[in-house]
C-alpha cells in the first residue's frame, strides 16, 4: 500500500489516540527491518505503530477528531504543499483513502543485503510498500503456513541473485521477481530447489 505521505499516515498509537483517530487506525507494518528481525512471525503489539486507514464513504463531518486530522492534511504544515496536494494523494477519491486491501497471511522483505525473510503474518498487520504479501493459491491452515514459512526461510539462501542486484550488494524483488521465485514445497516432504 503506498500512502504518498508516511509521516502522516503512519502514527505512534499514542499520537492517535491523543488525535481521537484510533477508530480509524489499524496496525500496520512500517519498516522492512521489523521483518529482517522478526525471526519468521511479525505480531501486533503496543509498540506497533498504525495506519490512518479512513473507509471512502466515511462522513468525516460527523467526526469532529477526525475531521480536525485531515483538515492539518489539506493545509501546508511548514512545507512547501499539503498532503492533500501530493502526487499521490491528489491523485485518489477521497485523497486520504488508502483503499481496502486485504491483509496476506504471509509477508516479505523484497530489498536488504541478504535474501529475502519470509514471517507469518496471524494478526493480520496491513502492510506498506516496504514489503510484499504472500498470498496462497489454496487455502491453508495456520500449522500449513508455518510449515511454509519456515521452508521459506530455511531455503532463502536460494533466492540470492533471482532479484535486482545493485551496487553493494543491495538486492531488490520486484513483485513479478517475487512470484517467480522456485518453491518446492510439500508439506512433510520439503525439498528444495537451488
Known amino acids: 500500500m503506498v500512502t504518498g505521505a508516511n509521516n502522516f499516515f503512519v502514527l505512534p498509537r499514542e499520537r492517535a489516540r491523543i488525535l481521537g483517530v484510533m477508530p480509524w487506525c489499524v496496525p500496520v507494518i512500517s519498516d522492512g527491518k521489523e521483518i529482517l528481525r522478526s525471526d519468521g512471525i511479525i505480531c501486533d503489539g503496543p509498540e506497533r505503530k498504525v495506519l490512518l486507514r479512513v473507509p471512502r ?28 496536494a501530493r502526487y499521490i494523494p491528489s491523485h485518489r477519491r477521497p485523497w486520504w483513502y488508502l483503499g481496502n486491501h486485504e491483509s496476506p497471511p504471509i509477508v516479505v522483505s523484497y530489498m536488504a543485503r541478504q535474501p529475502p ?25 495456520p500449522a500449513e503456513l508455518s510449515d511454509l514459512v519456515q521452508h521459506l526461510n ?29 518453491i ?4 512433510g516432504k520439503e525439498t528444495a530447489n537451488g
Open 57 to 84: 464513504n466515511t462522513d468525516r463531518t460527523k467526526h469532529p477528531s477526525l475531521d480536525a486530522y485531515l483538515s492539518l492534511g489539506e493545509n501546508p504544515q511548514g512545507g512547501p504543499q499539503a498532503v492533500a
Open 117 to 141: 525473510v519470509f514471517a507469518l503474518n496471524p494478526d493480520g498487520l496491513a502492510i506498506l510498500n516496504i514489503a510484499h504479501g504472500l498470498y496462497p493459491k489454496r487455502t491453508m491452515d
Open 154 to 182: 530455511l531455503h532463502r539462501e536460494s533466492f540470492r541473485g533471482l532479484g535486482r542486484t545493485y551496487q553493494g550488494g543491495l538486492e531488490k524483488f520486484e513483485p513479478r521477481e517475487m512470484e517467480a521465485l522456485p
Open 184 to 187: 518446492d514445497f510439500a508439506r
